[in-house]
C-alpha cells in the first residue's frame, strides 16, 4: 500500500496568496517498472523533466535540506538550498502540479541548476530523481582532524561498517537466522550490486541509495532490525537480560548486524542511523513514513559484543542432504579416511563445504571426482567455522548427470588438477 507523499517543507506557502488550484490539464507522471533514467546514462546525468514528478522533486528538496520561501500553495515554489539565508543565494522555482503551460520548463530549469550547483544537497536529490530510491544514511561523530577532516581510517571504518550493515539486511532477506555465516552470501553480495552511494564532503557521513526495486525488501528489513537491535540494546542495559536478543532474530537482527554496529561504533561518540522511502514508491506496509534516527554510542558496545558472541554460539547445526562436485581430496596416507571439499551445487545456501569421510566413503568420492560426476552426501551444516563444515557425513552415493554436465565437470577436473592432494605418504 503506497501512503501520500509528505516531506516536511513542500506544499506550504510563504505568505503569498492562494489562488485557486487550476485544473489537473494532465496527470502526474506514473513511475515506470524501471528507474526513470539511469545516473550512469552518457550525458549530463539530469533526469528528462518530463518525467518528473513536481511533488517528487519537493519531497526530495525538503528531505536534503532545501528550504520553501515563498510561492501560492498549489501553484509555484521557491526554494533555496541548505544554509542560504531568507534573501541570498541560488534559487529554484519549482512548480507544484503539471498543470502549468510552463510546468515541465520550470522543471528542466530546476534540474541544469541542481546539476551545475554540484554541493552533495544537490547531487542527491538528482540521484533521487534519476533513480527513485530508498535512502539509508550512517552519521559518525569522530574527532576531526585539520580543517575539519577525517582521517582516512575513520573513513575506510565507516563504508566498511555500513557496507556489513547492508550485507546483514541483505542476509535477513533470504531467511532470519542468528548467525548466518557462509549461508546466502553470495546471493545478499550481489543484491547490493544496485546500490548507490554518495559521501559528506566532510567524511563523516555516508548515504546508500537503494534503487525500487529491487531494494525496497533490504530497506524495510534493515528498518525493522535496527530498531529491534535498538530495543534488544535497551533491555540488555536495564535488566542484564539477553532476551529481547533472541526474539529480535526474527526482525533481522543476527551476529553479522550487531558485529557492524561495533564496527561502526568503535573509535567514535556516537552514530546515528536513518532511513527515508523513496517517494516516488510510497511507504511499505508495516513501516513507519518517517521513520526515527536509530542512534548507537560506545556505552552500547559490551551489550552489542555480548549479544555477538550469544548468536555465534547459539546458532544450532542444519540436517542438509548436499549435492557437491569434488574439487580437492586430502588424507594423510595412501591408506584410511581423509577431507574432501565441495563445491556445492544444491542442498545448502552455501558455495563449498569441508567433508571428513571414512575409508569407503573417500574412496567412493575420489572416484566419483576422476569421472567427473557429483556426489551427494547426508549430514549436519555446523555453525562453527561459519557453515563451512558437514559433520557425521553418510550416505555418500555419486549422482548421474546429463552428458553436458558431465562433461563441464571433467573439464574443470583437467584444468584444476592442483586441487587434486591425496597425499602418498605421512606428513604430507
Not at 566498511?160 to 533470504?174: K, S, T
Not at 550490486?193 to 548515504?207: E, N
Not at 558496545?301 to 569434488?326: K, Q
Request: proline share 10%; with cysteine; net charge neutral.
Amino acid at each position: 500500500m503506497h501512503r501520500p507523499i509528505d516531506e516536511s517543507g513542500h506544499g506550504t506557502g510563504g505568505g503569498a496568496g492562494r489562488g485557486p488550484v487550476p485544473p489537473p490539464y494532465r496527470p502526474h507522471p506514473v513511475p515506470s517498472a524501471g528507474p526513470a533514467g539511469s545516473w550512469t546514462d552518457p550525458g549530463d546525468g539530469v533526469p528528462d523533466p518530463g518525467r518528473v514528478d513536481p511533488r517528487v522533486l519537493g519531497a526530495l528538496l525538503a528531505r536534503h535540506g532545501w528550504r520553501r520561501r515563498g510561492g501560492p500553495a498549489g501553484r509555484y515554489g521557491r526554494w533555496t538550498p541548505p544554509g542560504d539565508g531568507p534573501g541570498g543565494g541560488t534559487s529554484l522555482l519549482v512548480p507544484d502540479t503539471l498543470a502549468f503551460p510552463d510546468s515541465e520548463e520550470l522543471i528542466g530549469e530546476a534540474l541544469t541548476a541542481l546539476a551545475r550547483s554540484g554541493t552533495p544537497a544537490a547531487r542527491e536529490v538528482l540521484t533521487g530523481l534519476a533513480v527513485p530510491s530508498d535512502e539509508i544514511r550512517w552519521w559518525r561523530e569522530v574527532p576531526p582532524g585539520p580543517a575539519g577532516t577525517v582521517p582516512w581510517p575513520a573513513q575506510e571504518q565507516l563504508r566498511a561498517a555500513a557496507r556489513g550493515v547492508l550485507l546483514a539486511g541483505a542476509l535477513a532477506v533470504r531467511g532470519r537466522a542468528g548467525y548466518h555465516g557462509s549461508r546466502h552470501r553470495s546471493a545478499a553480495r550481489a543484491a547490493l550490486d544496485a546500490v548507490l552511494v554518495g559521501t559528506d564532503p566532510g567524511g563523516r557521513a555516508l548515504t546508500a541509495f537503494l534503487p525500487v526495486p529491487p531494494g525496497r525488501p533490504l530497506a524495510v528489513r534493515l528498518h525493522h532490525a535496527l530498531h529491534a537491535a535498538r530495543e534488544a540494546v535497551d533491555y540488555q542495559r536495564a535488566t542484564n537480560g539477553m532476551e529481547a536478543f533472541d526474539s529480535a532474530v526474527e526482525a533481522g537482527v543476527s551476529r553479522e548486524l550487531t558485529e557492524a554496529l561495533v564496527a561502526l561504533v568503535r573509535g567514535t561518540e556516537g552514530v546515528r542511523i536513518a532511513l527515508a522511502w523513496a517517494p516516488a514508491a510510497g511507504v511499505p506496509d508495516g513501516c513507519a513514513a518517517r521513520p526515527e534516527p536509530v542512534e548507537f554510542s560506545p556505552g552500547d558496545l559490551p551489550a552489542l559484543r555480548e549479544a555477538s558472541a550469544r548468536y555465534l554460539t547459539d546458532e544450532p547445526s542444519v540436517p542438509v542432504r548436499i549435492t557437491g562436485a569434488v574439487v580437492r581430496l586430502r588424507r594423510s596416507g595412501p591408506r584410511g579416511g581423509g577431507t574432501v571439499k565441495l563445491r556445492v551445487l544444491g542442498g545448502a545456501e552455501v558455495g563449498h563445504v569441508r567433508v571428513a569421510l571414512d575409508e569407503e566413503a573417500y574412496r567412493t568420492a575420489g572416484h566419483a571426482h576422476l569421472v567427473g560426476l557429483p556426489i551427494r552426501v547426508v549430514g549436519r551444516l555446523e555453525s562453527r567455522g561459519g557453515f563451512r563444515r558437514l559433520a557425521d557425513a553418510s550416505d555418500v552415493v555419486p549422482v548421474q548427470v546429463d552428458e553436458a554436465e558431465r562433461d563441464r565437470l571433467m573439464k574443470s577436473l583437467h584444468e584444476d588438477l592442483d586441487y587434486f592432494e591425496e597425499a602418498c605418504g605421512p606428513g604430507e
